[in-house]
């Protein structure tokens, strides 16, 4: 491999790592501990990268940990949810230097939204005293399906003000920066791959399980995202007889029995009013015994996809984040019983199922690890 090759392969796995020892380097570029010592030096040297510390362990002497330089600029990422504006500035190194949230009712008012969150940007900027021109990229998220090749937002029954707004190319012109654009799910993942506990693992599945039920998945350290951008979309798979119609037209959907609107419908029926999905959760945790029933039948239901999904991906880790898994065992106990009863034994035995470590945060930080993955020194 060429010298230049070598190198472009350890800044990009320092884009995407934020920091790591020269043995980490080695490990994850397959290049030689020599060669990594060598181009270490020569980036160091150009100030392309700075020491950022010891390692924590221990025992045995620390090395030495190593990140992109912080005067190569910073990233910014926008998450759009459906009732909130969230934003953040980070450096190359992973370090997040400012953050912003408002609440609106994003759904119905996209221009309203977009240009609360070209404020916010601005105003994280100013305090992370991060000049525009210094931005390396920028990464946005939508709780929506997206067509990343015609940059579009696509549904007007999940976000109806949205239908075919050409959000990132709209954003991009309030902030005049270049804007790339995902979906909330496919961000969780590439969060939680990054930032959280999918942190080391190549292969992983994320499942937010929040108003709806998404899906975004890491294969060989990549988002995959399909031909058309809807790889994963497991609420849409069949997962009992049920044969309540769903929006997006077919029958019996995972959605339409294990989304947190599912679950409000349900309990709506017996509670006479429409509880909020952090209630529920806050209410299951204290015992309430419907609330726990029903987060309890939707781990049950959940369950069975991620059996589905695991017997055909085979992944390391399934992370379960979105606000439904904030109410922890009550959701995963049962997700991981129905789980076993319906995954093939070699598939089981590889994988283990983990909460989410990122919270609410985890689309954000989401939209700056895109925003890493294409930044930086070429
Ligand atoms: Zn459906």
Redesign the pocket.
């Known amino acids: 491999m060429s010298r230049t090759r070598s190198r472009d392969r350890v800044v990009a796995l320092l884009r995407a790592r934020g920091a790591a020892t020269q043995a980490d380097i080695a490990r994850g570029t397959g290049l030689s501990r020599t060669t990594v010592a060598g181009i270490v030096t020569e980036l160091r040297d150009r100030g392309v990268v700075v020491d950022v510390g010891p390692e924590a362990r221990r025992a045995g002497r620390p090395a030495t940990v190593i990140g992109l330089s912080p005067s190569l600029g910073a990233v910014a990422g926008v998450d759009f949810g459906h009732s909130h504006v969230r934003v953040a500035v980070a450096d190359l190194a992973h370090t997040i230097l400012a953050e912003r949230e408002r609440r609106l009712r994003v759904d119905l008012d996209a221009r309203a939204a977009l240009d609360l969150a070209a404020r916010l940007v601005d105003e994280a900027l100013v305090e992370a005293g991060v000049a525009r021109d210094a931005v390396a990229g920028v990464g946005m998220g939508v709780p929506g399906p997206v067509d990343r090749a015609r940059g579009v937002v696509g549904s007007a029954t999940v976000l109806p003000g949205w239908a075919g707004v050409r959000a990132a190319e709209e954003l991009g012109r309030r902030i005049g920066l270049a804007v790339e654009m995902d979906n909330d799910a496919n961000l969780g993942a590439l969060a939680e791959h990054t930032f959280g506990a999918g942190r080391g693992c190549a292969d992983l599945a994320y499942i937010k399980v929040s108003t709806g039920v998404g899906c975004g998945l890491v294969l060989n350290g990549d988002p995959y995202r399909g031909a058309a951008g809807t790889a994963g979309e497991i ?2 798979m069949r997962v009992d007889d049920g044969d309540t119609f ?3 037209g ?1 029958r019996g ?1 995972l ?1 339409t029995l294990a989304s947190g609107c599912a679950v409000q419908e349900m309990l709506e029926r017996s509670q006479r009013r429409r509880l909020a999905l952090d209630e529920i959760v806050a209410q299951a945790l204290a015992g309430h015994p419907a609330c726990a029933r029903a987060v309890g039948d939707t781990g049950r239901h959940i369950g069975v996809a991620i059996a589905h999904l695991c017997n055909m991906l085979n992944p390391r880790r399934v992370v379960v984040g979105g606000v439904l898994a904030g109410a922890g065992d009550l959701l995963l106990a049962p997700l991981r019983d129905s789980f076993l009863r319906n995954v093939v034994r070699a598939a089981a035995d590889s994988v283990e199922i983990v909460p989410g470590q990122l919270g609410e945060r985890a689309e954000v930080l989401g939209a700056l690890a895109l925003a890493l993955r294409t930044a930086g020194p070429r």
Do not use: S
Request: charged fraction near 10%.
């Open positions: 609420g849409h769903c929006y997006c077919n959907c959605e």
